[in-house]
């Protein structure tokens, strides 16, 4: 167990539709980190989040966004979902501002747009 | 941006004996290698990490190795065993990037 939780970890939803994926990072951690897991683009890094402010995007589409809160959980908000959103979506946290250094992931969310 | 490649995506040992996972990354002003295991339906866990400070690192039965020059790094299993049994995924950060690229993973089976 890594000590990051996320929810749900399992969502079905239709196209067109709006979904809200919840990461509590490890205690301590001001740092969080979403992924997009497929299997024909492999693991790719979305968005870096640390202590409240975005600190670098990566390949997130412009229908994604996400935020960090105050106590420092983020949700990844994907909206307009199209079949070629359903993936696995991790987060990881870690101690670090940057650098990318440790960064332990959750246990995923299946998203599944049918 | 950064750029990294795994080898190879599937590798097949006998219980006890060891394997090997090659990487290479594009980018020299990548600092820092991590391996990650995950296993099915499971999130990637951190299994061991390098800086380029250090050409090696050993923890138990897992060590990897650095070659700044050459740009690539390595993930050493000895003695495998069962439970090492997973898809193993290679990373790094690039210069400017704070998240970390992946490689496309290695499914690793064991054989009794």
């Known amino acids: 167990d890594s000590g990051v939780t996320q929810t749900p970890k399992h969502l079905i939803t239709a196209t067109g539709q709006r979904v809200t994926l919840r990461c509590s990072p490890r205690?301590?951690?001001?740092?969080v980190y979403w992924y997009q897991q497929s299997l024909d683009q492999g693991l790719q890094f979305l968005i870096h989040?640390?202590?409240?402010?975005?600190?670098a995007k990566g390949n997130i589409l412009e229908r994604f966004s996400a935020q960090q809160f105050p106590d420092l959980h983020s949700e990844l908000n994907l909206s307009s979902l199209e079949l070629g959103d359903s993936a696995l979506y991790f987060c990881?946290?870690?101690?670090?501002?940057?650098?990318?250094?440790?960064?332990?992931f959750g246990p995923g969310t299946r998203l599944t747009v049918t | 941006g950064e750029n990294v490649e795994q080898h190879p995506s599937t590798l097949s040992v006998q219980e006890g004996d060891s394997a090997v996972i090659k990487c290479t990354y594009s980018d020299s002003a990548s600092n820092y290698f991590p391996w990650y295991k995950q296993e099915l339906g499971k999130g990637p866990q951190l299994i061991i990490d390098?800086?380029?400070?250090?050409g090696e690192k050993k923890d138990q039965r897992i060590a990897v190795t650095l070659n700044k020059t050459a740009k690539h790094f390595s993930l050493h299993i000895t003695e495998t065993q069962p439970e090492d049994s997973a898809v193993y995924f290679c990373?790094?950060?690039?210069?400017?990037?704070?998240?970390?690229?992946f490689g496309k993973g290695t499914h690793l089976i064991i054989q009794p």
């Open positions: 990881a946290s870690s101690l670090d501002r940057g650098k990318a250094y440790e960064q332990y």
């Open positions: 390098i800086r380029s400070n250090v």
């Open positions: 990373a790094a950060p690039g210069g400017g990037a704070d998240g970390l690229t």
């Open positions: 205690s301590g951690d001001l740092s």
């Open positions: 989040y640390y202590n409240g402010e975005e600190r």
